[in-house]
């Protein structure tokens, strides 16, 4: 290629001046001498133009192909109906249509959700970021295969320093119905046994106008209603223990609708107790008598009621009940009219001595069955013609006395089941063989009614604790009265306040004590999520995940301790996800539980016609009436249109890479010199013969 190149001897500024010098003499030359003084403006011209120093430029250029950058939109509302399966249609095809364009080189850019917050669909991000190093006048144009919700529109593409047109393909159908639940009023926390008010609103397009809601309480069906669609309405539940209180709402299904990932929403809230209530019985005094009071004491979260019988069971005077005290012990108060309001009843070496009538310990007894807590400290009592095993007690107590008290130094051992057990898995100390913790002196022989199995044994294998759900209720017998001499050092001690607290909260249902249990979090390196399933079996089966979009996958499940098996995974996309295992689920939220992918769902081609047309591209969907796609032509367009009914245009550059340059100076050398001096004689010889002849 040969072309003009100059390279002035002096600024270009100061040449500048100086044609202006030359071309004003020229004129007044002209002016007085006539055409004769054309001669000295040409000289001039020629000093002009030999320090312009004007040169012959012959570049070998190599033509370079331009680049369209197609941008594939992967985000979770392209998941949806057969939007999927229509974009890798598409973008099969384009890949092959390409290939008939000899001078354009395609970039395929595949987009994902946004790796975390929720940031939803960001194409033209990733747009400007994959064309970094593209000069921009090599960009023939842009493709952008999507569905149309996108959450980083720019005013124009001028606005990313890109001048190429746009041209959208936008998958889905225009007749798209879909129905979800929006939450109104979702509150977070609720005080345990209180009512809570949720406030929700169903919206739909295309549906019926009313639509039934299904509630669910941690799995459990607990309401089914049908409200009209577009109006706000109230849902009230009850915070039925502490922890996690997983609430779900969800809406029926219209026929044929996009997805019904939006049709459920999940509230996890957190159940708060104003104060956990509980009501500690002392029997005959002893040495470890203070232990637990101690130990609920310390808890600020604990409204402990404490009374203790000082009267020992030998003594037997006649003397009144009523007398035995200069506080009336409120046994009507508490244990009829109170007894509900309390989470967890002890019985501290307590000996029946006719304080308490047989129809407390049936209210007792129902209180247990309705959902209470119930824990038996046994000392030699318990082995007594003054048992709480010879009362209607007995009907709920896991084990029987058989009148034997054992009085030898043992240390207390996890069984097998116990290994597995929340309440004794991993005690402190109990990796040794045998437990590094300190003896204790005396167990109650007892037989565990059938069924049960005792998580703790003494002496001779003895049961040492026995836990025992009766209905809705769970009971506990401690059948030693010596974890006073943990708390106290004896032998160096051992874990009593773990084990005394992770049995009392374990009998006020704390969630993190569940024997079977299934738990998900995250665990704050990217998406990963781990999975914890707590059984008592020897085995867990698998774990079934369900994404926020609907897919599923399978998780096998590895044991770390004896008891609690894990596994973890990568969420493939942000949102909810449900999992299952048999009649267990849990949730986890990956990034925001409701993500803006998934706030509006349909397709559009309003949100990105704007900034298409005004780039000089065009905006279409793929869907054809037939059911099928309808792909554009693509071609190279040279003039102003850059799209048509049926094709889509890129616009070339010619660009090119050189190779290499050959210069050849026109006002250098012999010939320029001479070029000079035959204007100045030239101009010489007229003007000399214009003298003479005058």
Known sequence: MLSLSFTPLIPWPVLAGFGVIVAAFAVLAIVARGRTALLRAVALALVLGALANPSLVREDREPVKDVAAVIVDRSGSQQLGD?????????????????????????????????????????????????????????????????????????????????APLHVLVTGHPDER??????????????????????????????????????????????????????????????????????????????????????????????????????????????????WRN????????????????????????TPISELSLIAFPTRELFVQKIKDFDL????????????????FDNIV???????????????????????????????????PNGKVVEQAFKAAITDIG????????????????????????????????????????????????????EKGRVALMLSDQSWL???????????????????????????????????????RGREVRVERQTMSETAEPVTVTGPTGNTRTLDLTQGEPGLFTATFEADQLGLHTLRSGNLVAFVSVGPANPRELADVFSDTERLKAVAEASGGTIRRVADANGGTAIPRLQIARGGRLGGADWIGFRPSDSANILGVEVYPLALGLWALAALALAVLAMWLVEGRRGRAA
């Open 83 to 163: 939007r999927s399966q229509m974009t890798d249609q598409v973008k099969a095809e384009l890949e092959r249509r390409f290939g008939a364009l000899a001078n354009i080189e395609p970039r395929f850019i595949d987009v994902q959700d946004a790796h975390d917050g929720d940031d939803g669909t960001r194409l033209f991000t990733a747009l400007s970021q994959s064309l970094a190093d593209v000069p921009p006048e090599r960009l023939a144009g842009v493709v952008m295969l999507t569905d149309g919700v996108v959450h980083d529109i720019p005013q124009s593409l001028e606005a990313l320093g890109i001048k």
């Open 178 to 291: 879909d129905r979800q639940i929006k939450m109104l009023e979702a509150p977070r926390f609720g005080i345990v046994g209180k009512d809570l008010t949720i406030r929700a609103e169903v919206q739909e397009r295309g549906g019926t106008g009313n639509a039934t809601v299904t509630v669910r309480r941690d799995g459990e069906e607990i309401g089914r209603k049908t409200f009209p669609t577009g109006q706000p309405f109230s849902l009230t539940t009850k915070i039925e223990h502490g922890g996690p209180n997983v609430v779900e709402i969800e809406v029926e299904p219209l026929p044929g609708e996009l997805t019904t990932v939006n049709n459920r929403a999940v509230l996890p809230i957190e159940g708060i107790r104003e104060k956990l209530r509980v009501l500690l019985v002392s029997g005959e005094p002893h040495q470890g008598e203070r232990t």
């Open 295 to 318: 130990l609920l004491k310390s808890d600020a979260s604990v409204d402990l009621v404490h009374f203790t019988i000082l009267r020992p069971p030998e003594k037997q005077d006649g």
């Open 345 to 360: 009843i002890i019985f501290d070496r307590y000996a029946n001595q006719s304080v308490l009538p047989s129809a407390y």
């Open 366 to 400: 129902r209180y247990v069955r309705e959902g209470g807590a119930l824990l038996v400290a046994a000392g030699p009592e318990f082995a007594s013609s003054m048992s709480l095993a010879r009362t209607r007690l007995a009907s709920v107590l896991p084990g029987e």
């Open 419 to 470: 290994a597995r057990h929340p309440v004794t898995r991993a005690l402190p100390g109990s990796e040794a063989k045998p437990p590094a913790w300190g003896d204790w002196l005396r167990i109650v022989s007892s037989q565990t009614r059938p069924g049960i199995q005792p998580i703790l044994s003494g002496a001779g294998n003895l049961p040492l604790l026995d836990l025992s759900r009766e």
């Open 486 to 524: 943990w708390a106290r050092g004896y032998q160096q001690g051992g874990p009593y306040l773990d084990l005394l607290r992770r049995l009392a909260h374990w009998l006020m249902k704390e969630p993190g004590l569940e024997e079977e249990a299934l738990r998900a979090q995250t665990t704050g």
